[in-house]
């Protein structure tokens, strides 16, 4: 008996018609998702003090949507265990030790601490590596450091007390091989997310550090918060924007290299994706949770891996939050003439410097 055999290719249109059917759907889903993200992110902008109290729901649906442990509250309950403290060296600049927090049970997150040799309390800034990245590489102990342009060394080098956390990035020659797609399936499988555990460890740490009688945790004299401030690149780039929406100790951050309008962004990475970010928390509405506090944006004109041209496009939005509360000169958006890196210029560290080091406006 004969059956009908026919060349491999010869269904081809109908899968192509196919494949193209879902890329309209989600063309048309994204192009409606702008409105929808705007009919729920609407915090009351008539002044700082009601922006912030309207903030509280919207913050608790951007922790929901993150995930677990973000979403357990009592996970914070007990300060969290400094494992161990071991000097690394004395420079000209600062006392320099490596750390291990449990951050969970079993779980040590590893950071370097550099602190200032003057007499503290020292104000901290915590500066964030990125992909296959270290806390190492931030400041140039290996060699030069790379496109972060000795971040973490130029935030000392002001007087800040330096907190560089080591996140799930590191290259294969730095630590153990990692499978970081499957252990972000695995955590939302489970009602989490890698972001979410990572920004969690991230809350603990400062929940340890700034117990420290060396750091400022204080409020100031006027009863404005304690200055605390964030930066990183890329990757940590994109930590610096989640957690300073997140946690509101944060009173200034720097955001290299990731600001950027999702879909345009064309490389696959899976871990910035939850469902249902897509109406309700991009990126220009992450930035409206740190609103009113300062914000600096900076993207690299010759970056590879975004498009700039998307980031200019979506700045605006950004700034909004900020211009409707009269605090415009808190948001700051720069495109540098590089690629994708910490800009080798000061502007972004200068404003970081004097939100920091100015006495914070309480909120009308």
Sequence with gaps: MAFYQEPEGTGREYRTAYLE??????????????????????????????YEASLGPLRAEFVKMLGWPLTDASLRAQPPKLLSETLVAEDETSH????????LPGVPLYAMLFLPK???????????HGGQGTPEITDGFYRE????????????????????????????????????????RRFKELNGSLAAFELFGLQRLLDGVLARPDIRSKPLPDGSPAPLGMCGLSYGGFYTLFMTALDTRIRAAVSSCFFNQR???????????WQGSG????????????????????????????????AEELAPRAAAWWEKLGRGGDFAFRVHEAGHDFDTGDEGLDFLERRLKATPVTPA
């Design 21 to 50: 059917g879902i890329e309209r759907v989600l063309a048309d889903k994204q192009a409606s998702s702008h409105a929808q993200r705007e009919a729920f992110f609407a915090p009351d902008c008539s002044s700082a003090g009601a």
């Design 96 to 103: 320099i030790t490596r750390q291990q927090w449990e951050v």
């Design 118 to 128: 003057t007499e503290g309390p020292h104000t901290l800034v915590v500066s964030q």
């Design 145 to 184: 450091s790379a496109n972060y342009h000795y971040m973490t060394r130029r935030l000392r080098q002001r007087g800040f007390a330096v907190l560089a956390p080591q996140l799930c990035l590191w290259t294969p020659e730095a630590g153990p091989e990692k499978n970081r797609p499957l252990l972000d």
């Design 263 to 273: 879909y345009a962004v064309s490389k696959d990475f899976f871990d910035w994706s």
């Design 279 to 310: 109406t309700r928390f991009q990126d220009e509405q992450v930035a409206g949770l740190v609103c009113p506090r300062p914000l600096y944006l900076e993207v690299g004109r010759n970056d590879e891996l975004f498009p700039v041209d998307k």
